[in-house]
């Protein structure tokens, strides 16, 4: 039997898993630079508490009229959607985009994946990188979303604005509707401020990418908007594959163009409709949202990790391990990680992205590569490198392991400082316990195993002419790695 569930005071009995979270979960970190990388976006920066923006999204997701949520997933964050939605007890539908193509072939890879699932079945698109603290305020718009696309509405939610930014898309709502919420009078993109101050003035919301509409509705209006899209995406469909359990577009992904969703449908549909969120929100663009939405004490000052401050105003300070002393400063953000230390006024944030632009010219490493790199075992920091030699921090999860290979340039020596591993060299399986350790030489085959319940810490020192994470060759590999 189907179950119900009533949405405020006075608002219709709504299914059970009647909407279809969809959580956008691709691009890359630039503006929480140095915390977040290219290959470790801002979504999985743990922030304000602790918690990664992804992870407070699927936590948003608790009211039971929430289905099963699709995460549209980039290369490199797959493993943690994973991990952290297994930690978050959700199950989830992983789609793998083979490169990022913009928010348009995004919500068209949804809108399908949904419709299979059901082609009536409530679509409600999110980024997977925002703050919206009231849970149950957010699932009141989602239900009050529904009744518009139920009607075959492309619904957006729109915020009330706190103040004229430049950093955001605005609304302009049109007539009101019976069903609730108006028509999209226009869309504008990013405005010089005396043309927000003026926006607002006249009732306009903030965009915050948030859509909700019926997944046949919404393929309708993207086949008649953006065919190109949906031709693709519906290709890249028929060519995927299962890449431990999580489904692997085809190639056929790269011919949808690179454009979002507002721009290709949302701003020619004669289908918009904006309702008006009466929820907080922030799309915590960077470090000066970070501080906005933090604790901070009577002098302004919000602190994460080993900091000490003194004679310190209006500023954000951060630490990812040793020790952040910080004196006799105004309006700055200080993040220190343990491979690269942003030093900036917190008014100028937004201007990190020149920066991480500049670092990318270079050829930085830093710019794209986090200290700490996750893997599907567990993950790996670099703590020393010097010429010939590399000294790695490894963690393996319970019943994780490394793939069986081998190195042409490099030999290893592991050092168990935690838990028992189990590791194969060449013919032997060998079990290294705390305070053990183990010689590799070039050219071995071997692998790392953790058979017991508790993570298993490694001390690795590579020694060797070439230390790069290219020299390998994976024999064999749980997780379909070449």
Not at 162 to 176: D, F, H, K, N, Q
Not at 349 to 370: I, K, M, N, W, Y
Request: glycine share 10%; aromatic share 6%.
């Amino acid at each position: 039997m189907t179950s119900y569930s009533p949405l405020g005071e006075s608002g219709p009995l709504l299914r059970q898993g009647l909407v279809i979270p969809a959580i956008l979960c691709g691009g890359s970190g630039s503006r929480l630079w140095p915390v977040s990388r290219k290959n470790f976006a801002k979504q999985h920066v743990p922030i304000i508490g602790g918690a990664s923006p992804f992870q407070r999204t699927i936590g948003r997701l608790s009211d039971e009229i929430f289905g099963a949520p699709i995460v549209i997933s980039a290369e490199a964050s797959r493993f943690l959607v994973a991990e952290e939605a297994k930690q978050a007890g959700v199950e989830v539908e992983i789609a793998l985009e083979p490169e990022g193509r913009d928010t348009l072939a995004a919500v068209t890879l949804a809108a399908c994946l949904a419709a299979r699932r059901d082609p009536a079945a409530i679509v409600m698109i999110m980024p997977s990188d925002h703050l919206i603290p009231d849970a149950a305020a957010f699932a009141g718009a989602a239900a009050a979303a529904v009744r518009l696309a139920e009607e075959g509405r492309i619904v957006t939610l729109g915020i009330a604005p706190t103040g004229p930014s430049t950093a955001y898309g605005y609304i302009v709502p049109g007539e009101a509707l019976a069903a609730g919420g108006n028509a999209v009078a226009r869309f504008v993109e990013k405005p010089e401020a005396g043309l927000a101050a003026e926006l607002i003035a006249g009732g306009c919301l903030w965009n915050a990418g948030i859509f909700c509409f019926r997944a046949d509705a919404g393929l309708r209006e993207i086949g008649a908007l953006a065919p190109r899209a949906l031709e693709a995406v519906r290709m890249a469909l028929a060519e995927a594959t299962d890449d431990v359990g999580m489904l692997r577009l085809g190639r056929a992904f790269a011919a949808a163009p690179r454009i979002s969703f507002d721009r290709a449908v949302m701003e020619h549909t004669t289908r918009a409709a904006v309702l008006p969120a009466g929820f907080a929100w922030s799309d915590i663009g960077d470090w000066k949202a970070v501080w906005e939405h933090s604790p901070r004490d009577d002098a302004g000052v919000a602190r994460e990790g080993k900091v000490h401050a003194r004679e310190v105003t209006n500023s954000y300070l951060r630490s990812d391990g040793r020790l952040l002393c910080v004196l006799g400063v105004d309006g700055l953000a200080v993040v220190d990680t343990p491979d690269a230390v942003l030093v900036a006024p917190i008014g100028r944030a937004q201007e990190v992205r020149a920066v991480v632009a500049d670092l990318e010219a270079q050829g930085a490493e830093e710019a794209s590569t986090p200290a700490r790199v996750h893997r599907p075992w567990g993950w790996y920091q670099t703590m020393d490198l010097g010429e010939r030699f590399r000294v790695k921090r490894l963690v393996v999860a319970p019943g994780k392991k490394l793939s069986l290979q081998k190195h042409h340039h490099r030999a290893e020596h592991w050092v168990v400082v935690r838990g028992t591993a189990e590791v194969t060299r060449d013919s032997e399986v060998l079990l290294v316990h705390e305070n053990e350790s183990i010689y590799l030489p070039s050219g071995c085959a071997h692998r790392l195993a953790n058979p017991g319940k508790i993570p298993v810490e490694i001390v690795e020192v590579q020694t060797g002419t070439y230390l790069g994470e290219d020299d390998i060759v994976r024999i064999e590999d749980d997780f379909g790695r070449r």
